[in-house]
């Protein structure tokens, strides 16, 4: 046995109880191993309802001469697995399991002032505890409790493990129809022992810490000051209880939210927990460590008194804000590094998620104006990701991914992801990397979001978590950088604290947006657009009639090359010009196709041009912190994914430049004929007007016009009247 412990001390955190009978036997072991007398083990023994006199003494006498030894290493062991925590060795170095030595004090116990703890004036045993459940418990979560006890040197103990396979929505239920009479419910007690309860969830299969299902509650009690004193500590603590119970004794039980995501975390943060209460004058009974813990149960008498609830949700609303709060009484930066030290030793850099964007562990903001198919964007993001394949022209690491749906049903976002897959051509061979978190209706703002998201995604190994859309959990002032920081914080908390990407997406301000910088373009404080390590922003580009000709008659071609191409053999007559002709095409395979097949080619055909009349041009530009910049990349949006151009067709376009909106809407709306005709007049204005009438160039031209040289030619070519001859404009000679 280590002599850094004090094997006495450890052997009073573990309770026999909680052991089997070789669990039992094993301690006996060990204390004869370490040198310990038979009277230790049995009057530690005598805690357990299960002890008979003499039967240590028996077993002990059989302990010599086994085989392989059982040492105090097994006591260490037993005692941690109940929560036991070993004390700071200054000889070593801290890890979680250390005592946490902050400073955190908020309370001189030397002038607090006792705080009155009232009985409810009505008695009504079924309320108390149905209240109780209704706090602590979801409906179908498993409660453990004990009824029976025993007697032990004028205490009264919890005879067995008790019930713990019934949910709390089935005990509501019946404590609802039951007159008050708890008994009916749950088994008689004894009213001079009073009764037991179990704050976290169990699994309904045992009553040990292993049996945990959620690590929700610490139990925190002190029973060495008047009751009105630790209702004042506890108070003035701000801790974050979900209920206080009086115990019908001595102490009051706070049940206080700690929200662990497992065991471990559990373990550290009721040692935190513990300690700064204790620097506080709130001495807590260690043995009370164990998520299995029973605290009293309120609605029942013990000798005479009530075990009642005192108040419910004091304090904090979480965990998280607690410490925060704890913390921030005491500076606990850490302390500048001597870029000399780690010169030689650099950390890591962390992975890369999107090759040449963005890093496992940071932040990108996506912005664009409605209708550019941001959820789809993402949502092709995220299946990318899974799969690890290319998102639009960038590589993608592999992994799973979390997407957090605040905006559409369910059924609505299920089928959103389906629909993508098919488009995309991709074989869902990897679907089990893809959580989808449903919070349409149920969403929370972000700084309690964040702790809830924390919880559930710890466990769960993503590498990335994608936050559709952010308005739904914006919390303050969206114009305020101070509000909007702080906002933007909850995003890093995320990160740190579970080493994924948090990826979300934000609408563009009002306005037109051509003008603009790709960093201003989102809407409210600049913070959004400063705060991730990646923005990606989509604006979208203003698409011509002949372009979009162009994009009918090849989605026409395609068509026909695929019908063909299942239905019969492509013949030499076909020329590559033919092939990309709609009106030669469908020549050819109205003469090669029997009139079936050709009709419904036609069916086809008409729902591919129907397709082009919905399809938008995007252009994605970014600023990136990781990275250097990447090159425009121009795209259409073909519901329901997004097509880069690799036609380059789009290259030349140039996002419209300020222009109000009710212009833009009322340009929209006249007929083709005018705006045709309108484009020619403008050209020949432009034409006449342009190099002080001299036949302008090219460049001239699409500097006057305020367009791309692309949809210049494009108008010349509308308009009839002019040809390009050595890069100047003329008109026709006939």
């Not at 620097?279 to 309120?298: E, F, V």
């Not at 870029?339 to 963005?358: F, K």
């Not at 019908?563 to 469908?586: G, N």
């Amino acid at each position: 046995m280590e002599s850094t412990y004090d094997l006495m001390e450890v052997l009073n955190h573990i309770a026999p109880s909680e052991l089997d009978y070789q669990g039992w036997v094993n301690v006996g072991m060990a204390l004869q191993h370490e040198g310990c007398s038979v009277e230790v083990w049995d009057r530690w023994s005598m805690n357990d309802r299960r002890y008979h006199a003499g039967e240590c003494e028996k077993k002990w006498r059989g302990f010599h001469g086994a085989g392989t030894p059982v040492t105090g290493g097994t006591i260490v062991q037993y005692a941690r697995d109940q929560g036991w925590t070993p004390p700071y060795d200054p000889g070593t170095a801290l890890d979680w399991n250390d005592t946490i030595s902050v400073e955190g004090v908020v309370v001189d116990k030397n002038w607090v002032e006792g705080r009155e703890v009232a009985e409810p004036r009505q008695w009504d045993p079924a309320r108390e505890l149905i209240k109780y459940l209704e706090t602590l418990f979801e409906a179908g979560e498993n409660v453990g409790y004990v009824m029976k006890s025993w007697k032990k040197d004028e205490k009264h103990l919890p005879a067995d493990k008790g019930s713990y396979d019934r949910t709390a929505g089935q005990l509501i239920e019946l404590l609802t129809q039951c007159n008050g009479d708890i008994g009916s419910v749950l088994g008689d007690y004894d009213s001079e022992g009073g009764a037991w309860i179990r704050f976290n969830p169990m699994d309904g299969k045992d009553a040990k810490n292993d049996n945990v299902t959620d690590f929700k509650y610490a139990l925190v009690e002190s029973d060495s000051m008047e009751i009105e004193k630790q209702h004042s500590i506890i108070r003035e603590l701000e801790l974050p209880v979900a209920c206080l119970v009086h115990s019908g004794g001595k102490s009051l039980h706070a049940i206080v939210r700690v929200d662990a995501v497992d065991y471990p975390e559990y373990r550290k943060r009721v040692d935190y927990l513990y300690e700064i209460c204790k620097k506080n004058g709130l001495a807590i009974d260690t043995q009370n460590r164990n998520p299995s813990r029973l605290s009293r149960m309120p609605g029942v008498m013990r000798g005479g008194q009530k075990q009642f609830i005192v108040d419910t949700n004091i304090g904090k609303e979480s965990w998280a804000e607690w410490k925060e709060w704890i913390e921030s009484i005491n500076d606990d930066l850490p302390d500048p590094e001597s870029l000399e030290d780690v010169w030689e030793n650099l950390p890591e850099l962390a992975p890369t998620l999107i090759d040449g964007m963005l890093r496992q562990g940071h932040k990108m903001l996506i912005a664009g104006p409605s209708k550019a198919g941001k959820s789809f964007l993402q949502i092709e993001m995220c299946i990318a990701i899974a799969e690890g394949k290319k998102w639009l022209n960038w590589n993608c690491a592999q992994g799973k991914i979390l997407y957090v749906n605040l905006e559409l049903d369910r059924a609505s976002c299920l089928h959103r992801f389906k629909d993508v897959y098919q488009a995309l051509g991709w074989e869902p061979r990897n679907l089990k990397n893809i959580d989808i978190w449903n919070l349409r209706g149920k969403s929370r703002p972000m700084d309690k979001l964040a702790p809830m998201l924390i919880r559930r995604a710890a466990k769960k190994n993503y590498i990335a978590i994608v936050i559709d859309p952010i308005y739904k959990v914006i919390t303050g002032d969206e114009n305020s950088a101070d509000q909007m920081s702080n906002f933007c914080n909850q995003f890093d908390k995320v990160c740190t604290e579970l080493g994924v990407a948090v990826i979300y997406c934000h609408h563009h301000s009002k306005g037109s947006q051509g003008g603009k910088k790709s960093m201003d373009r989102a809407s409210g404080s600049g913070v959004f657009a400063r705060d991730p390590d990646a923005l990606i922003d989509l604006i979208e580009l203003e698409t011509t009639e002949e372009l979009m000709k162009q994009q009918e008659n090849k989605a026409v071609c395609d068509a026909c090359r695929q019908y063909l191409d299942k239905h019969v053999q492509l013949e030499d007559d076909v020329s590559q010009d033919d092939l990309c002709s709609s009106f030669q095409l469908m020549n050819y395979c109205e003469n090669r196709l029997p009139g079936g097949q050709f009709e419904a080619l036609k069916v086809l055909v008409e729902a591919a041009k129907a397709r082009v009349k919905t399809m938008t041009a995007w252009r994605i530009e970014g600023t990136l912190r990781e990275f250097s910049k990447f090159d425009p990349q121009n795209l259409w949006f073909n519901y329901p994914v997004h097509e880069l151009d690799h036609s380059g067709v789009l290259g030349d376009i140039q996002p419209e430049a300020e222009q109000a909106p009710w212009k833009r809407a009322m340009n929209s709306r006249k007929p083709k004929e005018q705006k045709k005709e309108e484009r020619k007049a403008a050209l020949e204005t432009s034409v006449d007007s342009c190099n002080f009438g001299d036949p302008p160039t090219l460049p001239d031209l699409a500097q006057s016009m305020g367009i791309s040289e692309r949809s210049v030619r494009d108008r010349i070519k509308e308009h009839g009247g002019y040809e390009i001859v050595e890069g100047v404009v003329r008109k026709k000679t006939e």
